[in-house]
T-cell receptor, first 113, second 115 residues
């Protein structure tokens, strides 16, 4: 089945630093989504990407839909302590996959003040 | 606008028992998807409901079943519980007038522990 490889698995950074994480797949996706999950809570949608090459921002967050449609990137600029959490990429293949989101394994982000 | 809600928040069951989890979709959404999230993993798709019918299923056995009601709320039922069913069960809603079908919004989850 489809697999998403998300890297890095974890990051330890200082407040104010920029962060980059990415997701790659062996299959093509029509939609890429990025979520953030805090402990004991459900994932919160950060950014949705619909077209290959698309670059979308949400405040300090910027995400890109890779041209090959097999990858996506998330950047966080000027990190702050509340950015701490687990970030997941998710892809939607469409077609007979209906609304099935395939998730990466997550990137655990720790921000030191 | 009301977000996705789930009940109960926590549940403890023993092997072989049956469990029902409930989800109310975000107002305006007509599609509900269920995911299982094991500790330290990303969510895994169980199935999706649209217009009260199953609209796609992941790699889960038939003892995982669901329902969607006319008000778009949904239930997840798991029979013959196994220890490996211990996980956070997430419900996500999407779709409906003016709502992008592909953007799924998650509830807080139900933490199920099977002893």
């Amino acid at each position: 089945g489809q697999q998403l490889n998300q890297s890095p698995q974890s990051m330890f950074i200082q407040e104010g630093e920029d962060v980059s994480m990415n997701c790659t797949s062996s299959s093509i996706f029509n939609t890429w989504l990025w979520y953030k999950q805090d402990p004991g809570e459900g994932p919160v949608l950060l950014i949705a990407l619909y077209k290959a090459g698309e670059l979308t921002s949400n405040g300090r967050l910027t995400a890109q839909f890779g041209i090959t449609r097999k990858d996506s990137f998330l950047n966080i600029s000027a990190s702050i302590p509340s950015d701490v959490g687990i970030y997941f990429c998710a892809g939607l293949a469409g077609g007979t996959s209906y609304g099935k989101l395939t998730f990466g394994q997550g990137t655990i982000l720790t921000v030191h003040p | 606008e009301t977000g996705v809600t789930q009940s109960p928040t926590h549940l403890i069951k023993t092997r072989g028992q049956q469990v029902t989890l409930r989800c109310s979709s975000q107002s305006g959404h007509n599609t509900v998807s269920w995911y299982q999230q094991a500790l330290g993993q990303g969510p895994q798709f169980i199935f999706q409901y649209y217009r009260e019918e199953e609209n796609g299923r992941g790699n889960f056995p038939p003892r995982f079943s669901g329902l969607q009601f006319p008000n778009y709320s949904s239930e997840l039922n798991v029979n013959a519980l196994e220890l490996d069913d211990s996980a956070l069960y997430l419900c996500a809603s999407s779709g409906g007038a003016g709502a992008p079908y592909n953007e799924q919004f998650f509830g807080p989850g139900t933490r199920l522990t099977v002893l």
